[in-house]
Nanobody
Framework: QVQLVESGGGLVQAGGSLRLSCAAS????????MGWYRQAPGKQRELVAT???????NYGDSVKGRFTISRDNAKNTVYLQMDSLKAEDTAVYFC???????????WGQGTQVTVSS
């Protein structure tokens, strides 16, 4: 099993920055990709950013140029640097891990990000 623990959420003013962290522990091997998704009230969960084990990144259109995903393989941790935050970035942010062995899809408990306008 894999456990994901997110941290770094909070309240910030529009235009500000936050950095989220997601630490993975447990049976960590054969990881394919880690990433962040978010869900705002009344909306579906959406992609924020992902990063593969090889370092390739992918971003949702709404965060391109403002958010940066990175990972520290030695610490089994993935980060999300969020800059130029907007009110519409307000959501619960979830860490996700996918590996090539079953069970292969894990989610963290989520961390709240609130951006005041």
């Amino acid at each position: 099993q894999v456990q994901l623990v997110e941290s770094g959420g909070g309240l910030v003013q529009a235009g500000g920055s936050l950095r989220l962290s997601c630490a993975a522990s447990g049976t960590i091997y054969r990881i394919i990709v880690m990433g962040w998704y978010r869900q705002a009230p009344g909306k579906q969960r959406e992609l924020v950013a992902t990063i593969t084990s090889g370092g390739s990144t992918n971003y949702g259109d709404s965060v391109k140029g403002r958010f940066t995903i990175s990972r520290d393989n030695a610490k089994n941790t993935v980060y999300l640097q969020m800059d130029s935050l907007k009110a519409e970035d307000t959501a619960v942010y979830f860490c996700n891990l996918i590996r090539s062995v079953a069970p292969n899809n894990y989610w963290g408990q989520g961390t709240q990000v609130t951006v005041s306008s």
